[in-house]
């Protein structure tokens, strides 16, 4: 059974950089999979981020992509998050997940993570 | 940019039949996906594949797909059935992903 936890800052200034990492359990990062960063601001609805596969190709929501970076790291079997100039909008939970896709019932997420854009 | 668009909420009586449905350019082709979330917990897989159920998860829960408009149908919806459901799928070139905006289903 895959199992995923994000680590990082409960904390980050404005302007500042939110970073993340999601450490991957019971299963291969280097496996034939998408790797996800999904977040929900407090009451709202859920965002996706953007993934990664192994290899280090990414895909990036279009409205954050000039501040995310996604990144891999094989020996440690996780992956992680960087979301610059972060203001109060991007206060909110973060999940790691690696969401079912074509012909799988197989989705993992992470329990999330609070993250708190505050100076 | 790609758009999934869901009903704010939906109310049932127990015992009812909740639809909840979700729109979008891209699904006819592209799968639909439904998850479930309750307060305080991340999301669960109801539905993946338009209309396949995962193991766990009770009958009356079903999913179809038709054009540009998929369905997540709870037959015989109970208490515990309420929560926020999204849809989920991809953009038509399949880099992007997308959730609806969310529909909360109370059961009363």
């Known amino acids: 059974q895959v199992q995923l936890q994000e680590s990082g800052p409960g904390l980050v200034k404005p302007s500042g950089t939110l970073s993340l990492t999601c450490a991957v359990s019971g299963g291969s990062i280097s496996s034939s999979n998408w790797w996800s960063w999904v977040r929900q601001p407090p009451g709202k609805g859920l965002e996706w981020i953007g993934e990664?596969?192994?290899?280090?190709?990414?895909n990036y929501n279009p409205s954050l992509k000039s501040r995310v970076t996604i990144s891999v790291d094989k020996s440690k079997n996780q992956f992680s998050l960087k979301l610059s100039s972060v203001t109060a909008a991007d206060t909110a939970v973060y999940y790691c997940a690696r969401l079912a896709a074509a012909g799988t019932e197989e989705d993992y997420w992470g329990q999330g993570t609070l993250v708190t854009v505050f100076s | 940019s790609f758009e999934l668009t869901q009903p704010p909420s939906v109310s049932v009586s127990p015992g009812q039949t909740a639809r909840i449905t979700c729109s979008g350019d891209a699904l006819p082709k592209k799968y639909a996906y439904w998850y479930q979330q309750k307060s305080g917990q991340a999301p669960v897989l109801v539905i993946y594949d338009d209309s396949k159920r995962p193991s766990g998860i009770p009958e009356r829960f079903s999913g179809s797909s038709s054009g540009t408009m998929a369905t997540l149908t709870i037959s015989g919806a109970r208490v515990e059935d309420e929560a926020d459901y999204y849809c989920?799928?991809?953009?038509?070139?399949?880099?992007?992903?997308?959730f609806g905006g969310g529909t909360k289903l109370t059961v009363l």
């Open positions: 990664i596969y192994h290899s280090g190709s990414t």
């Open positions: 989920y799928s991809t953009d038509s070139s399949g880099n992007h992903g997308v």
